[in-house]
Nanobody, 124 residues
Framework: QLQLVESGGGLVQPGGSLRLSCAAS????????IGWFRQAPGKEREGVSCITSSGGSTNYADSVKGRFTISRDNTKNTVYLQMNSLKPEDTADYYCAARLISSCPSEPKMYDYWGQGTQVTVSS
């Protein structure tokens, strides 16, 4: 069983930065592809970014390209999402999710394990 715990959310002004962390524990957590998703009030959960187990492949939603960077440190079983130039429309609950297959689909249903989420609010 894989457990995921997100941290790093908070309140930030527009143009600011945050770094989210997704700490994984459990059986061979570094073998998993990790995706970041977000869900704003009244909206569906959407894919933000993803990184494969080796870190060799990443992808980003068009809305965050050039502003967000995903990375992982398998020695720490942690995946990071560095978010720069934040906008009010980035406000949402952010979740990390894991899947064993080494590819990065954007559909939430393709992921097997989920964290509890961390809230990000971008507001002046």
């Amino acid at each position: 069983q894989l457990q995921l715990v997100e941290s790093g959310g908070g309140l930030v002004q527009p143009g600011g930065s945050l770094r989210l962390s997704c700490a994984a524990s459990g059986f061979t957590s570094h073998y998993y592809t990790i995706g970041w998703f977000r869900q704003a009030p009244g909206k569906e959960r959407e894919g933000v970014s993803c990184i494969t187990s080796s870190g060799g492949s990443t992808n980003y939603a068009d809305s965050v390209k050039g502003r967000f960077t995903i990375s992982r440190d398998n020695t720490k079983n942690t995946v990071y999402l560095q978010m720069n130039s934040l906008k009010p429309e980035d406000t949402a609950d952010y979740y990390c999710a894991a899947r064993l297959i080494s590819s990065c689909p954007s559909e939430p249903k393709m992921y097997d394990y989920w964290g509890q989420g961390t809230q990000v609010t971008v507001s002046s």
